[in-house]
């Protein structure tokens, strides 16, 4: 599991004064972001080993100004070309959940233009996060 603080900005916010739903995304993204810091060397875009196909999130309670919120991703479900990873949003003490969030990324190389096998030494890598929770 890796978790990432998320920096909440004035734009994230709408008139309701309450993060926009739009901006959770971004939060997901952060936390894609921190996964390929951590296993992935990248150079270039192109060197992304993935495209994500599907996003889902249950929006649970509104984050507001000054609350400490924190991303947490996971992997999830692990198949032949695809993998799941599992995310939530919550304060910094866990006590509040605000999101919970499933999206499912493709192994694609991007070099050849197409979807491929996840190559075992990815497949290692994604196991070694596997969570069931």
Same mark, same amino acid.
């Given at each position: 599991?890796?978790?990432?603080?998320?920096?909440?900005?004035?734009?994230?916010?709408?008139?309701?004064?309450?993060?926009?739903?739009?901006?959770?995304?971004?939060?997901?993204?952060?936390?894609? !972001?921190?996964?390929?810091?951590?296993?992935?060397?990248?150079?270039?875009?192109?060197?992304?080993?993935?495209?994500?196909?599907? !996003? &889902?999130?249950?929006?649970?309670?509104?984050?507001?100004?000054?609350?400490?919120?924190? !991303?947490?991703? $996971?992997?999830?479900?692990?198949?032949?070309?695809? $993998? &799941?990873?599992?995310?939530?949003?919550?304060?910094?003490?866990?006590?509040?959940?605000?999101?919970?969030?499933?999206? !499912?990324?493709?192994?694609?190389?991007?070099?050849?233009?197409?979807?491929?096998?996840?190559?075992?030494?990815?497949?290692?890598?994604?196991?070694?996060?596997?969570?069931?929770?």
């Amino acid at each position: 599991m890796i978790q990432k603080e998320i920096q909440i900005r004035f734009n994230d916010m709408d008139p309701m004064r309450r993060v926009n739903n739009a901006s959770y995304s971004a939060y997901l993204e952060v936390a894609r !972001v921190a996964f390929c810091e951590n296993f992935i060397e990248i150079k270039t875009l192109e060197d992304i080993p993935f495209v994500m196909v599907r !996003v &889902e999130m249950d929006l649970l309670q509104s984050v507001l100004p000054g609350d400490k919120v924190f !991303v947490t991703i $996971w992997v999830s479900k692990i198949g032949n070309t695809s $993998w &799941e990873f599992s995310y939530k949003i919550q304060s910094a003490n866990a006590e509040i959940t605000y999101v919970r969030a499933k999206s !499912v990324q493709v192994y694609f190389n991007y070099h050849l233009g197409r979807k491929e096998t996840i190559p075992d030494g990815f497949r290692k890598i994604l196991e070694s996060e596997f969570q069931s929770i």
